[in-house]
Every structure is written in structure tokens, then in C-alpha cells.
């Protein structure tokens, strides 16, 4: 399995980016995805989680109400919309799968390759 995440870019704050995971191979009903970040000088975060059969999301405090995270299983896609964005938001972000839900980076046991979100004051 192959995570390709892609979306990231320079936005000010206030603006909003769309990030995408494209998964090859199958995504079980059982797996979770999830979206990490990681700033510099800083440990790797949760950002956000979706369970891939039911749909449920799961929001770190520091982004819930402003990003959104939705599956598309047709396209083996799961996307992080992130609005009302912040300098603070600046990291790479990570796209990830695991087995169960879970907040630890140590959980996910595939991983993309990262996406730069710069967010300028």
C-alpha cells in the first residue's frame, strides 16, 4: 500500500487548502486513516481520523470546527479540508493508515510522504 498525499501550498491566514491521500491497493472497512502533522522543531501530531467502513471523524481540539476530513472509498481518497487557517497550522502534512483508531503516530503503519501547509500572517 502506497499513501500519495498532495494539496499542500502557501495560503494566508484566514484561507483555506483542500490536502488528498491517494491510496493504492485496498483500503479494509476495518482500517482507519488519519491525517498527522508535524512542525519544525516539533513532535508529530494528530490532526485527524476517519474509520474507512463507517465514516466516523475524529478531530484534534486544536482543529475541530475548522477542518474537515471525508473519504471518497470509489477513489481510495481521503481528503483534509482546512478552513480559517492559522500561522500555527504550519507544517508538513501526513496522511496515514491504521488497524484501530488511535492518536499516536506509532499506531499508523503506512504512511505518505508529507505535504508542506505554509499559512502566512
Known amino acids: 500500500v502506497q499513501l500519495q498525499a498532495s494539496g499542500g501550498g502557501l495560503v494566508q491566514a484566514g484561507g483555506s487548502l483542500r490536502l488528498s491521500c491517494a491510496a493504492s491497493g485496498r483500503i479494509y472497512s476495518s482500517s482507519v486513516m488519519g491525517w498527522f502533522r508535524q512542525a519544525p522543531g516539533k513532535e508529530r501530531e494528530f490532526v485527524a481520523a476517519i474509520r474507512w467502513g463507517r465514516g466516523s471523524t475524529y478531530y484534534a481540539d486544536s482543529v475541530k470546527g475548522r477542518f474537515t476530513i471525508s473519504k471518497d472509498s470509489g477513489e481510495n481518497t481521503v481528503y483534509l479540508r482546512m478552513n480559517s487557517l492559522a500561522p500555527e497550522d504550519t507544517a508538513v502534512y501526513f496522511c496515514?493508515?491504521?488497524?484501530?483508531?488511535?492518536?499516536?503516530?506509532?499506531?499508523?503503519?503506512?504512511w505518505g510522504q508529507g505535504t508542506l501547509v505554509t499559512v502566512s500572517s
Open positions: 496515514a493508515r491504521g488497524h484501530n483508531l488511535a492518536y499516536a503516530p506509532a499506531e499508523y503503519y503506512y
